[in-house]
């Protein structure tokens, strides 16, 4: 589990160098790997930070927020296509979709009226409620990204109306307790860093105030350290199937919306950041409240993830809290590949299902199948296997990947039993390029 001695020597270089360059006051990371805590790397001394140390986590607290939206909607208490009026009705804004809240994409205003949400002690819900104005609405839902706090305490409260709990106590029930993170607290819990801002001429710090946000809370209010925000991120990389179903949590990894249109390098899911690092995507948040910001990224395939905290406003020099979780993730990844799972032999499948196996061709195109242990059919053209089928009956496939996902794959034998011939969503694949269908 713990990295190699190389490894990890270069995580604590990466943290030590943005602690120092970027005047964080100090600075938490933990790589997480197969569920546990393979390093942390810390910086700085105001205070010392340990694996145990609280940091405020921000914009990290949305991600909690998602999972607890999408057990109701598992539960079959609402649907994502709900509009919010369904839940929170009188709303003027209640045209909006849970769906479009989740994932950043219903054009609503970063923040409610009055004072910094952030800076300011929080209202209740009816008080949130009361101040929206249609003027809230910023764009016509799904035609930009636009990140928004405000549908984060709209769905607070919505969650707070279906099941009578309030969120936070939702929160410790259905998520903190279950998964052993006892120390993710509302309010800061000894030991906690305290939050600063640096002064840009002299190096001085101003702490900064830790207010309750009220009604706004599931957008940014929680508290967390290295050691529980680790088991969040294994929740993500792999979650407890009587926690959230793992299909729901690939669901929410899904983009709703991508935030940059010209590189495609981020978007958004349900609840969670999507991230493509080169050949990757990872999913995570960013998080920051004033004197902190926090970073979550996850590596699914692998099981691998990096969270990390800094305890000022933001770090100087260029670094900063979440690409340093990414920079770390993608080095950890890189210089530690996963082995793959050995080869083992098989046991011969059935004859009617060796048949289906080998090269079969469709409008000029060679193509190849074979049974992989898991019984399913996979292939697709020579060289390129990315068609998974399952089967679903006599001579009946399902397709679960690529461009044949969801299409049926059936079977066409002839008189005397043989398959000659498979036809997928209407095209019609043969033994030999020259035999008609």
């Keep these: 589990m713990a990295l190699l001695p190389e490894t990890a020597?270069?995580?604590?270089?990466?943290?030590?160098?943005?602690?120092?360059?970027?005047?964080?006051?100090?600075?938490?990371?933990?790589?997480?790997?197969?569920?546990?805590?393979?390093?942390?790397?810390?910086?700085?001394?105001?205070?010392?930070?340990?694996?145990?140390?609280?940091?405020?986590i921000g914009s990290i607290s949305k991600t909690m927020t998602a999972v607890l939206v999408m057990q109701q909607r598992d539960a079959g208490r609402?649907?994502?296509?709900?509009?919010?009026?369904?839940?929170?009705?009188?709303?003027?804004?209640?045209?909006?979709?849970?769906?479009?809240?989740?994932?950043?994409?219903?054009?609503?205003?970063?923040?409610?009226?009055?004072?910094?949400?952030?800076?300011?002690?929080?209202?209740?819900?009816?008080?949130?409620?009361?101040?929206?104005?249609?003027?809230?609405?910023a764009h016509p839902p799904h035609h930009v990204y636009h990140y928004s706090n405000l549908a984060y305490g709209l769905l607070g409260g919505v969650l707070e109306r279906i099941t009578g709990t309030p969120w936070a106590d939702l929160l410790r029930e259905r998520l903190l307790e279950p998964l052993?993170?006892?120390?993710?607290?509302?309010?800061?819990?000894?030991?906690?860093?305290?939050?600063?801002?640096?002064?840009?001429?002299?190096?001085?710090?101003?702490?900064?105030?830790?207010?309750d946000t009220g009604a706004m809370a599931p957008a940014g209010q929680l508290w967390s350290t290295v050691e529980d925000?680790?088991?969040?991120?294994?929740f993500l990389a792999d979650p407890a199937p009587d926690l959230l179903a793992p299909a729901t949590l690939t669901e929410m990894c899904a983009p709703v919306v991508i935030s940059d249109l010209d590189a495609w390098t981020g978007g958004h899911g349900l609840g969670v950041e999507l991230y493509r690092v080169g050949d990757r995507v990872y999913v995570g948040h960013g998080g920051s409240m004033p004197g902190y910001v926090a970073g979550l990224a996850v590596h699914r395939p692998t099981r691998t993830a990096v969270v990390d905290f800094a305890n000022s406003?933001?770090?100087?020099?260029?670094?900063?809290?979440?690409?340093?979780?990414?920079?770390?993730?993608?080095?950890?990844?890189?210089?530690?590949p996963a082995a793959p799972a050995p080869w083992r032999p098989a046991e011969a499948p059935p004859a009617d299902l060796a048949?289906?196996?080998?090269?079969?061709?469709?409008?000029?195109?060679?193509?190849?199948?074979r049974i992989d242990p898991a019984g399913d059919l996979v292939g697709g053209q020579v060289g390129r296997p990315t068609l998974r089928f399952t089967p679903e009956g006599p001579d009946r496939w399902r397709g679960r990947s690529g461009a044949q996902d969801g299409e049926l794959l059936t079977v066409i034998r002839d008189e005397a039993g043989r398959a000659v011939a498979l036809d997928i969503a209407t095209f019609v694949f043969t033994r030999t390029p020259d035999q008609e269908p």
């Design 9 to 56: 020597r270069q995580v604590d270089l990466l943290v030590a160098r943005a602690q120092a360059e970027g005047r964080g006051p100090s600075l938490a990371l933990g790589v997480i790997r197969d569920g546990g805590l393979a390093h942390v790397a810390v910086a700085g001394e105001q205070p010392r930070p340990d694996a145990d140390l609280q940091y405020r």
């Design 78 to 137: 609402l649907a994502l296509d709900d509009p919010l009026d369904k839940h929170l009705p009188g709303t003027p804004v209640g045209a909006l979709t849970l769906r479009q809240l989740l994932g950043h994409a219903s054009g609503l205003q970063r923040e409610p009226d009055g004072q910094w949400w952030e800076r300011a002690a929080g209202t209740d819900l009816a008080t949130l409620l009361a101040g929206l104005t249609p003027a809230k609405i």
């Design 180 to 211: 052993a993170m006892r120390r993710t607290t509302y309010h800061p819990t000894e030991p906690y860093a305290r939050g600063y801002v640096v002064h840009p001429w002299h190096d001085t710090l101003r702490e900064e105030p830790r207010t």
């Design 229 to 234: 925000l680790a088991r969040w991120a294994a």
């Design 313 to 336: 406003y933001g770090l100087r020099g260029g670094h900063h809290v979440v690409g340093l979780a990414r920079d770390i993730l993608t080095l950890v990844l890189d210089a530690e």
């Design 355 to 369: 048949e289906l196996t080998g090269r079969w061709w469709w409008m000029g195109g060679e193509y190849e199948f």
